[in-house]
């Protein structure tokens, strides 16, 4: 059974940091690209950060790059995402997706229809 779970989220005050962790059971992460998504309340999901299949290759949105870092362990079968210099618009509920190895764009990798599993989701909060 395929499976992603998120963990490292909660409360920090700005300027604070995080790091979130995804553990994939259930498939060899090795043939797998990364994603992690966010959505705040009233918004649209979006990509936040995204991980090629060898992890040579990494892609940040305008939002979060300089703050944020995505990396991968497959031994662990865990990808992580850093998150340093919180802002309070980065409040949402934080995903990680993975996509199979040929459907996994990384010069174009926030199409979501790409990523067939998905975990749940971990809250993160950023406020004073």
């Known amino acids: 059974q395929v499976q992603l779970v998120e963990s490292g989220g909660g409360s920090v005050q700005p300027g604070g940091s995080l790091r979130l962790s995804c553990a994939v059971s259930?498939?060899?992460?090795?043939?797998?690209?990364i994603g992690w998504f966010r959505q705040a309340p009233g918004k649209e999901r979006e990509g936040v950060a995204a991980?090629?299949?060898?992890?040579?290759?990494?892609y940040y949105a305008n939002s979060v790059k300089g703050r944020f870092t995505i990396s991968r362990d497959n031994a662990k079968n865990t990808v992580y995402l850093q998150m340093n210099r919180l802002r309070p618009e980065d409040t949402a509920v934080y995903y990680c997706?993975?996509?199979?190895?040929?459907?996994?764009?990384?010069?174009?990798?926030?199409?979501?229809?790409?990523?067939?599993?998905w975990g749940q989701g971990t809250q993160v909060t950023v406020s004073s």
């Open positions: 997706a993975a996509a199979r190895e040929q459907y996994y764009n990384e010069y174009v990798p926030f199409i979501a229809s790409a990523f067939g599993s």
């Open positions: 259930g498939f060899i992460l090795n043939y797998y690209g």
């Open positions: 991980i090629s299949v060898s992890g040579g290759s990494t």
